[in-house]
C-alpha cells in the first residue's frame, strides 16, 4: 500500500473512494459535499461514526483535528474500507497547526490501522487497497508541500513497518517464538539494519553471575538467550540503553497462574518486542544516536528443576532475593540484565516489560506506566507518548513501598508484603538493581496493559498493539 501526496484539490484528483472528516459534528465544512444525504441518513459526525455512502465517499466523525484523533480516524476508516474491494483512496489534509506532524499522523493511522495477523490462517483475507492519495490543496505553503510532507510520509513508513513487526512477533505462537528462535529473528535484523549483535548463552550467563534470570530459565525446555544489539551513529550525541522483558512464555512457574490468566502469555515478551523494533527504527531513520538494546529471552515453565517459592538467588551485582512468587519473573531477569547494561556508562536506561497486572488497576488497559527517580526523566517519556500517540501515565515511587519488600532471610523480596501498589512495588525493586550514579538516569515502563488486546482500539488490531515502540522511537529523536 503507497501513501503520495498530490497538489491538486480533491475534487480533481480520481480515486475509488473518499474519506472526509466531519468535525465536531460541523456539517457545513468545505469537504462535506452530501450535507442533504448525511442528514436523512441521520450522520450526525459525532466521533467514530462512519458512514459509506454508494457515492464511493465515507464520512467519519472526529471530536477535533489534534495529532492522535487524526491518527486514530483515519486507522478506523482503513479497517472499514480493507473489508471492500476498494484500491485507491483520496482523503483531504486536516491539520491545526503543524501539517507535517498531521501527514505523520494520518499515514500512521493507515499503516497501522490495515495490520491483521493472519499467519496461521488457512484461508485469509486480501487487502484490496494499493494506494492513498492526500490531498495537500489546503496547505498554505505550495513551494515546499510535497518535499516537506514527502519526508514526514517516509518517516511514518519506517516507524509503522518497525511497530507492525513487533506486532507480528508478538502474536507468534511461543511453540514458534522461542528463545533461540527470538535470538535468530534478532541476528536477521542486525545483518539487515547494520546492527552489531552479540547473544550470550547459559555458560555466558553463569560467567557472569547472572542467577536470577538463570533461575527463571531453570525449567524451560529452551536454553536462555542474552541478546545485546547495538546501533551507533558516526556522529552519535547520545547514548541510550534500551532493557526487555522477553519472557517468550510464562506458565507462572510453581505458582502456577489460573488458565485464562496463562492465556495470551505469548505477549510476555511484548517489551523485548518492542525496544527490538525501536533499534531497527532508529537505524532505518539514520538517527545521531549510540542505542543499545539487551533483551533477557527466555520461558517461565514448570518440571522438575523449576525454581520454587523460597529459595534464595543472587544477581549479577551479588545482591540475594528471597522468591515468594515465582510469577513474579520477569523483574528477576531484568534485574541482572539491568546490572548487564550498567558495565558501560549512558546518558539514559529505560526498561520496558509486560510486568504487573497492577498497572492495570492503577491506570487501565490502555495506559503504559512509568517510574522512576528523576522527574525530569519521566516527564520526558510522557511527552514522547503524547508525541506518538501513546498513553503513559506516572506513577510515583515512595519511601513507604520500598519498606514492603523487605525480606528476612536475603536482601530483598521479588514481592511485596502487599497486595496494594503492585506495579509501583515492582518498579522499586528494579531500582535496587541500579547503582548510584544512574538512578537519575534509569526509567520502568510497564505495558502490560496495553500490550495485547482482545479488541480494536484507536490504531491498534485485536492481539498485539507494539506498544512502547513509537513512544521509544520519539524518546530517541526527543534526548537529541
Not at 187 to 210: R, S
Not at 337 to 353: P, R, T, V
Request: with cysteine; hydrophobic share 40%.
Amino acid at each position: 500500500m503507497k501513501i503520495k501526496l498530490s497538489d491538486k484539490k480533491i475534487k480533481d484528483i480520481k480515486a475509488d473512494c473518499e474519506i472526509v472528516f466531519v468535525v465536531n459534528k460541523n456539517l457545513e465544512h468545505k469537504f462535506v459535499c452530501d450535507e442533504k444525504i448525511l442528514n436523512e441518513m441521520n450522520f450526525k459526525g459525532v466521533a467514530d461514526e462512519v458512514l459509506l455512502l454508494p457515492e464511493k465517499k465515507m464520512y467519519i466523525g472526529v471530536d477535533d483535528l489534534e495529532l492522535e484523533s487524526l491518527r486514530s480516524s483515519v486507522a478506523l476508516a482503513i479497517r472499514n474500507i480493507a473489508k471492500s474491494k476498494i484500491a485507491t483512496l483520496k482523503i483531504a489534509l486536516y491539520f491545526i497547526d503543524d501539517a507535517g506532524e498531521a501527514i505523520k499522523a494520518m499515514s500512521e493511522g493507515f499503516l497501522l490501522g490495515i495490520y491483521n495477523y493472519q499467519k496461521y490462517k488457512t484461508k485469509q483475507t486480501k487487502n484490496n487497497i494499493k494506494q492513498i492519495i492526500i490531498s495537500t490543496e489546503n496547505y498554505y505553503d505550495k513551494k515546499i508541500a510535497i518535499k516537506k510532507l514527502t519526508e514526514k510520509i517516509k518517516e511514518a513508513e519506517i516507524i509503522s513497518k518497525s511497530v507492525n513487526f513487533v506486532r507480528d512477533i508478538v502474536n507468534e505462537p511461543p511453540s514458534d517464538l522461542t528463545p533461540l528462535k527470538f535470538s535468530e529473528i534478532a541476528k536477521k535484523e542486525a545483518k539487515e539494519n547494520n546492527l552489531t549483535i552479540k547473544i550470550l548463552g547459559e555458560k555466558e550467563l553463569e560467567k557472569l553471575g547472572m542467577g536470577a534470570f538463570l533461575a527463571v530459565n531453570r525449567a524451560s525446555a529452551y536454553p536462555p538467550r542474552l541478546i545485546h544489539l547495538k546501533y551507533k551513529s558516526k556522529n552519535a550525541k547520545k547514548k541510550i540503553a534500551f532493557v526487555g522483558k522477553g519472557l517468550t512464555y510464562d506458565t507462572g512457574g510453581l505458582s502456577l497462574k489460573p488458565s485464562d490468566g496463562m492465556l495470551t502469555m505469548k505477549m510476555d515478551m511484548g517489551g523485548a518486542g518492542a525496544i527490538l523494533g525501536v533499534i531497527i527504527a532508529v537505524s532505518r531513520l539514520k538517527l545521531p544516536i549510540e542505542v543499545h538494546v539487551i533483551i533477557g529471552a527466555t520461558e517461565n515453565a514448570i518440571g522438575k528443576d523449576a525454581y520454587k517459592p523460597d529459595d534464595v538467588l543472587k544477581a549479577m551485582n551479588g545482591k540475594t532475593i528471597e522468591v515468594k512468587n515465582t510469577d513474579a519473573e520477569g523483574r528477576l531477569v531484568l534485574a541482572d540484565c539491568l546490572c548487564y547494561a550498567q558495565k558501560e556508562n549512558f546518558d539514559y536506561i529505560i526498561d520496558i516489560a509486560t510486568l504487573t497486572g497492577a498497572s492495570m488497576v492503577a491506570l487501565g488497559e490502555y495506559t503504559s506506566a512509568v517510574m522512576g527517580f528523576s522527574n525530569d526523566l519521566n516527564h520526558k517519556i510522557l511527552k514522547s507518548a503524547k508525541e506518538a500517540g501513546e498513553l503513559v501515565g506516572i506513577l510515583p515511587f515512595n519511601k513507604y513501598l520500598s519498606k514492603l519488600l523487605k525480606s528476612e532471610i536475603a536482601d530483598i523480596s521479588n514481592i511485596s508484603a502487599s497486595r496494594y501498589g503492585g506495579a509501583i512495588t515492582a518498579g522499586l525493586f528494579l531500582g535496587e538493581f541500579i547503582e548510584k550514579k544512574n538512578k537519575e538516569k534509569w526509567a520502568h515502563i510497564d505495558i502490560a496493559g496495553p500490550a495485547f488486546k482482545d479488541k480494536f482500539w484507536g490504531v491498534n488490531p485485536i492481539g498485539a498493539s507494539g506498544a512502547g515502540t513509537r513512544l521509544l522511537v520519539e524518546l530517541v529523536k526527543g534526548v537529541l
